[in-house]
Nanobody, 126 residues
């Protein structure tokens, strides 16, 4: 059974930092790109960050570059999202996703991901 389990969400004050993690089981982790998406109440799901299968290439939503950092540990089958200088508008449920095909994909496209986690809530207070 494929499982993507996010953890590390919570409540943080504006300007603070938070790191969320996603551990994958039941499917191959190496050779597959990973990504984080988020969905705020009343809004569409949006791409946050993606990382290539080997970790050499990353992509970020334009508004997040410089504040967020995605990384992966293939030995632990885990992808991380470090979020710094958080703003109230970063409040959302954050989902990790695993690519449907191995190797290179267009990281920001949700349709390129086959498996999704259940999400972890991140709330930033002003």
């Amino acid at each position: 059974q494929v499982q993507l389990v996010e953890s590390g969400g919570g409540l943080v004050q504006a300007g603070g930092s938070l790191r969320v993690s996603c551990t994958v089981s039941g499917r191959t982790f190496t050779n597959y790109a990973m990504a984080w998406f988020r969905q705020a109440p009343g809004k569409e799901r949006e791409f946050v960050a993606g990382i290539s299968w080997a970790g050499y290439n990353t992509a970020y939503a334009d508004s997040l570059t410089g504040r967020f950092n995605i990384s992966r540990d293939n030995a632990k089958a885990t992808v991380y999202l470090q979020m710094n200088k958080l703003k109230p508008e970063d409040t959302a449920v954050y989902y990790c996703a695993a690519a449907s095909v191995p190797y290179s994909i267009q990281l920001p496209l949700a349709e390129n991901y086959a498996d999704w986690g259940q999400g972890t809530q991140v709330t930033v207070s002003s």
